[in-house]
């Protein structure tokens, strides 16, 4: 049974690679993503494949570059740590969190428009 596991793992299935895509969209790192149960390979493959199926680790934070003052950074790289998730994908998660609630992003900016 385990050798058959094995097998399995080693193919790429679309299960896989959709589920690569999606936690590359997520802005998980490679080790965390080879260590996800379905991905289930080395930090290595994880970049061969990306690059295989034309998706990028770089191209999802490089879009999402945003300057911010050292302590705010600080803040938002902690927040993302705790949730293991980089930077910008922080960012990003926490902007369509705001972007869901029109009257929350009113509150949150309280300048009387």
Do not use: C
């Given at each position: 049974m385990t050798v058959a596991t094995e097998i399995h793992k080693s193919r790429w299935t679309g299960e896989r690679i959709a589920r690569l895509g999606f936690l590359l969209g997520l802005g998980w790192e490679a080790k965390r993503i080879a260590e996800d149960p379905i991905i289930s390979s080395t930090p290595n493959n994880v970049h061969r494949q990306?690059?295989?199926f034309?998706?990028?680790f770089r191209a999802a934070a490089a879009?999402?570059?945003?300057?911010?003052?050292p302590e705010a950074n600080s803040y938002f790289e902690a927040?993302?740590?705790k949730r293991s998730l980089t930077r910008e994908s922080?960012?990003?998660?926490?902007?369509?969190?705001?972007a869901s609630e029109p009257s929350l992003l009113d509150n949150i900016l309280d300048d009387g428009v």
């Amino acid at each position: 049974m385990t050798v058959a596991t094995e097998i399995h793992k080693s193919r790429w299935t679309g299960e896989r690679i959709a589920r690569l895509g999606f936690l590359l969209g997520l802005g998980w790192e490679a080790k965390r993503i080879a260590e996800d149960p379905i991905i289930s390979s080395t930090p290595n493959n994880v970049h061969r494949q990306a690059q295989r199926f034309g998706l990028a680790f770089r191209a999802a934070a490089a879009a999402m570059s945003v300057r911010l003052p050292p302590e705010a950074n600080s803040y938002f790289e902690a927040a993302a740590a705790k949730r293991s998730l980089t930077r910008e994908s922080m960012i990003k998660l926490l902007l369509l969190e705001v972007a869901s609630e029109p009257s929350l992003l009113d509150n949150i900016l309280d300048d009387g428009v």
